[in-house]
């Protein structure tokens, strides 16, 4: 055959094949489309939320900032030591206050020199009607107007008193080198100081980042210790831990996406190219070369490819847009601001179309390679008939495949475990993830044989027909039961190490939060009013108060020099070892010199970060009050804490006051006498001085909060659950649906040799179970291995977390009830194409 | 011949709509099928042979008339009593053999006797059996593709004896078949009417016309023998 006739024989028989095999074609294509439409909306949304997340965490990120090393700034202190700086660096005095609106929803005012700043960049703040209304103005992001209406009268209450403002939005380009949030106002430092009056102090001055080292060293020179630079680390650290474990989710979505439609691609052109080879035989036998044959099959796929990324990318625009609100708003809830993504629509990523095209023409063709290979096999035949003939499956190459799986597995285990790297961690979790994909043909034929074997004499028709239906295109199914065990897995890993993680923060709180009140300064991390401080301890006759601080300070390992910057906390500790609210997981709490100041205990996480343990001695860089700047403190036990995967380091009370010379706690827990409830305690805590700067709170709110806090942060993978979900069942119900039309002849003649509706139903059933089985038994152990390499190795090697093991039953039904459901579409189709073909069976062929 | 009747058509009509033209299929045909009879079916390509035999084989239900089989009148619109009875006293032979394709020849022989209620061990021995009648012991775990077109067909016809239907259906038996295939074929039809079946079987050979007792003629829907 001449060459150049082909591309026009080719193009006459996909034309014709497209429409009389439409329905297959129609598979195809949805194949095709829902990898295109998953990897479009996926990578999108990937890309929209995490440079969300990225805006998100430079807003924490906060600038480099001048703080007192204990309190509040002194406003003598800032009128003294500010001019002799202010030479030197760029500064600006702030006060940080916080208030609530009066439907109780709180908000930071940040009160700034705004005169200042609008007279250096030219900008008018003042408007006609705010000098009529006489009110001072609120000066406000758009965000806020989420809240509250624009231009309206305003009375918050700000530390405890009311004032009334009025509320505007910050003129857009006047820059004040922050970014505002939906819960962050700007108000005149004038205004401030007028009605703080005597009591007014600044909260910190505000200087550029690239100034960091020169203004350390000035600040500590000019303040004589008194003041530090910092920036809130544990905000940043915890955006950018979310912003790397969101991106890790986000990569194995993706991977796993276009894995599941690229499966499902293969399938659909193994069993399209099964049902062409009789034609094809034809065509071989009239000449055509074998390798015309693959390129014919080939050029399908290219065409498939095209035409399948076109309605992809239709399909794909609307689920990037769920996909991307559904990613942000868990942002939002996380971040509690507004993103900043609402300008990145999907027409700004131009290039992402393109991209997308190629993955639809790729998946297509590479899940074609393997059918078009297996065009080989046709044969010149006189009156060709079908020559379906599937080549054995390799069981022992899979059971090979899975054992090399495995042992690829445990090296990673093993690697991981001696240089203690969570690098290989998930390395070992790919691979373990990996395991089904091996093992899914054999298990499918294992557990069918068996079914046979167990069914005995009892065999019947629907059972002999759904079991040798799966059987007979063990590829087919394989590949779906490699999808869906896969995805199994993973839901029942994350589901399982979630659970974990949440009965490890049960139990935890369970005990550290064992308190009836718990009392801090509205300024985190600022000490109480010692006017308040002083009237609790008065009142001991009441409750029994135990003292906790909290400074950030550096610690060193004395051996390795390695250093940290961590939260130091000073408690407490009751004489009673029984009733202590750590629980010490090595080494052992001695009293007497952790009460001199001699010892410390470690948090997990900084015991692995740091790489100590019970025994070793590190150096805490304290106040210059300490002569030297620093002591040292022998680790006595490392103890079990979620609050910070940072780490920390729990000294005595006294010890820590001594070190950082703080008398007043920065938090106080009230253990209520035994005949006092909290309903009564509260009216009188609110008597005593200074309580308007507190916030008290009781145990069950304080436990609600964490237990919110722990619930925001996993939002996201709950989201996550539901895509892999979603992802799998389409591409478990798209195999259904082609193997229900690649049998279709069978059912047909099955209905002509008088099986009844309910015959066929079952063995539609039978063959559904069949896929199903295989992929729970697969699915279920390997993410019951998954949860606890995640919650056993990847979670002590990434934060030094030592969690329970807990399984949740609702951590296994729930995604395996899930599956079933994702079934139900194409049974239900199956089954009512069975109903409209046992209306028109028919005895002759077609 | 003084056998009881096994099939009974009366006065059936049937016809379909192809675009807004109605084309009358089958036009008043009678018919009456008698046990251990062999009666072909011949008329050229779309004159009523599939439709009759449809009908007969209760996969089709008449505009009009009547469908009597194994004296019972034929109710179609009691679709589970006519599937009931399709399904055991009917035994069908297609042209392309339409065997189960993952099934192998002895369970697809099994299956029509699974479906009538039998035990797995009782169709299996019975499979075997006409396995062995039909020469192929030895093909028995073999699957439709590994089996030659003949053996495929001696497999079918099996596989319509398997429950010892009354009335055996064949739409062109040897259609797809050697000479020598296709007389093994209508000797296997042959035997089965001699053990007391009705066979109707549509053909365009007439050297398988030849070997049946009687031949009926569809023309344009209208059935007569000559």
Not at chain 1, 285 to 301: D, F, N, Q, R, Y
Not at chain 1, 674 to 699: C, F, K, N, S
Request: hydrophobic share 50%.
């Amino acid at each position: 055959m001449s060459s150049h006739l082909l591309p026009k024989l080719f193009s006459w028989i996909i034309v014709r094949r497209c429409v009389d095999d439409w329905r297959r074609i129609a598979l195809l294509l949805l194949s095709v489309a829902l990898g295109v439409s998953v990897f479009l909306a996926i990578v999108f949304a990937a890309s929209a939320s995490i440079r969300s997340f990225q805006l998100t965490a430079e807003l924490f990120a906060a600038p480099m900032e001048i703080r007192a090393r204990s309190g509040a700034l002194n406003p003598e202190d800032v009128r003294h030591w500010l001019p002799l700086l202010s030479p030197h660096l760029e500064l600006e005095v702030f006060a940080e206050r916080s208030a609530h609106t009066p439907s109780g929803e709180r908000f930071s005012i940040v009160a700034l020199d705004l005169l200042a700043h609008a007279e250096a960049e030219g900008v008018s703040l003042l408007a006609p009607d705010t000098e009529a209304s006489g009110l001072p103005v609120l000066w406000v992001a758009d965000l806020f107007f989420e809240r509250e209406r624009n231009n309206s009268d305003f009375c918050p209450i700000v530390e405890s008193r009311t004032h009334c403002l009025q509320l505007r939005e910050l003129p857009a380009e006047l820059s004040l080198g922050r970014q505002l949030g939906s819960r962050v106002a700007i108000l005149d430092l004038a205004t401030l100081q007028a009605w703080e009056g005597e009591g007014f102090s600044f909260s910190g001055i505000s200087l550029k980042s690239e100034q960091e080292e020169q203004a350390t060293l000035a600040v500590a020179e000019v303040s004589d210790g008194k003041w530090l630079v910092s920036t809130d680390l544990s905000r940043r650290d915890r955006a950018q831990n979310l912003l790397g474990a969101f991106q890790l989710n986000i990569s194995i979505m993706v991977l796993m996406s276009l894995a599941v439609c690229a499966f499902t691609v293969y399938n659909g052109f193994q069993l399209g190219v099964r049902a062409l080879l009789p034609q094809l035989g034809v065509l071989h036998t009239l000449g055509l070369p074998k390798s015309s044959l693959m390129a014919l099959v080939i050029c399908e796929a290219l065409a498939l490819g095209l035409l399948g990324s076109v309605l992809g990318l239709s399909l794909g625009y609307p689920l990037s847009e769920f996909i991307s609100e559904l990613f942000l708003s868990t942002a939002r809830s996380l971040y509690q601001v507004r993103d900043s993504t609402q300008e990145l629509g999907l027409s700004s990523v131009p290039m992402l179309y393109f991209f997308s095209l190629l993955v639809g023409v790729s998946i297509a063709i590479v899940g074609s390679v393997g059918p078009a290979l297996s065009t080989r096999k046709v044969v010149a035949h006189i009156g060709t008939r079908s020559t379906v003939v599937a080549a054995p499956l390799p069981t022992f190459g899979l059971l090979g495949a899975s054992l090399v799986l495995a042992l690829l597995t445990a090296g990673a285990l093993i690697l991981a475990h001696l240089l203690r790297e969570a690098l290989f961690g998930h390395v070992a979790a790919f691979f373990l993830i990996c395991i089904p994909v091996a093992l899914a043909a054999p298990t499918l034929q294992a557990v069918a044989a068996l079914s046979r074997r167990l069914s005995g004499t009892h065999i019947t028709p629907a059972l002999l027909a759904g079991l040798s239906g799966v059987l007979g295109s063990a590829r087919a199914c394989g590949v779906a039961i490699a999808t869906s065990a896969c995805g199994l897995s993973l839901l029942i890993g994350l589901g399982v190490m979630i659970a974990s993680f949440r009965h490890s923060l049960e139990e935890w709180v369970n005990y550290s939060v064992a308190a009836d009140v718990f009392i801090s300064s509205k300024h985190s991390g600022q000490p109480l009013q010692a006017s308040f401080y002083d009237a609790l301890l008065a009142s001991q006759a009441l409750w029994q108060v135990t003292r906790f601080s909290t400074q950030e300070a550096t610690v060193c390992d004395t051996k390795t020099l390695r250093c940290l910057t961590v939260p130091i906390f000073g408690t407490d500790i009751p004489l009673d070892p029984a009733a202590l609210p750590y629980r010490v997981l090595s080494g052992q709490l001695d009293v007497a010199n952790f009460s001199a100041g001699r010892s410390a205990l470690v948090s997990e996480s900084l015991a692995h970060r740091l790489g100590v343990s019970p025994g070793s001695v590190i150096t805490l860089k304290t106040s210059t009050e300490n002569p030297s700047g620093s002591t040292q403190v022998t680790i006595s036990g490392v103890y079990k804490e979620f609050s910070s995967e940072r780490g920390n380091v729990l000294l005595a009370f006294e010890a820590f006051s001594n070190l950082f010379g703080a008398r007043v706690p920065t938090n106080v827990s009230l253990l209520l006498n035994d005949e006092l409830q909290y309903q009564d305690a509260e009216p009188q805590l609110y008597t005593l001085p200074g309580v308007e700067r507190t916030h008290i709170r009781d145990q069950a709110a304080l436990r609600a909060e964490i237990f919110e806090t722990f619930d925001r942060t996993f939002a996201i993978t709950g989201a996550l659950r539901i895509i892999v979900l979603i992802v799998c069942a389409l591409g478990f119900a798209v195999t259904l649906g082609q193997l229900h039309w690649d049998r279709r002849r069978d059912w047909r003649t099955l209905q002509v040799m008088g099986a009844t509706q309910s015959t066929l139903v079952l063995a539609v059933l039978v063959e559904a179970l069949a896929l199903l089985f295989p992929s729970i038994v697969l699915g279920v152990p390997i993410g019951l291995l998954l949860a606890s390499l995640l919650v056993h190795v990847i979670n002590p090697l990434s934060f030094g977390w030592t969690l329970f093991f807990f399984v949740p039953w609702q951590a296994l039904w729930v995604p395996i009830a899930a599956l079933f459901v994702a079934c139900l579409p194409p049974l239900l189709w199956h089954m009512a194409h069975l109903q409209r073909a046992a209306r028109s069976a028919r005895l002759s062929d077609d | 011949m003084n056998s009881l009747p096994v099939l009974e058509l009366r006065e059936v009509s049937r016809a379909f709509l192809s675009g807004s033209t109605t084309v009358q299929a089958l036009n008043a045909a009678s018919l009456l099928l008698k046990a251990g009879e062999l009666v072909s079916l011949c008329g050229p390509s779309g004159s009523g042979k599939s439709t009759l035999l449809n009908i007969a084989g209760l996969t089709d239900r008449p505009d009009s008339g009547q469908v009597i089989l194994d004296s019972i009148s034929v109710d179609f619109s009691n679709s589970a009593a006519v599937t009931r009875l399709r399904r055991s006293q009917i035994g069908f032979v297609f042209q392309y053999f339409n065997l189960l394709s993952h099934l192998s020849a002895r369970e697809n022989i099994s299956m029509t006797l699974l479906l009538n209620g039998s035990s797995w061990a009782e169709a299996s021995a019975r499979a075997e059996s006409l396995l062995h009648d039909v020469g192929l012991s030895h093909r028995a775990e073999h699957r439709p593709h590994m089996l030659s077109g003949g053996e495929m067909q001696r497999v079918a016809i099996a596989r319509a004896l398997a429950h010892r239907p009354k009335l055996i259906l064949a739409d062109e038996p040897t259609g797809n078949l050697d000479s020598a295939s296709g007389d093994t074929v209508l000797d296997l039809l042959c035997s089965a009417a001699g053990q007391g079946a009705a066979v109707l079987m549509a053909t365009h050979s007439e050297r398988a016309a030849g070997r049946c007792h009687r031949t009926l003629h569809v023309n344009d829907g209208t059935l007569s023998s000559r």
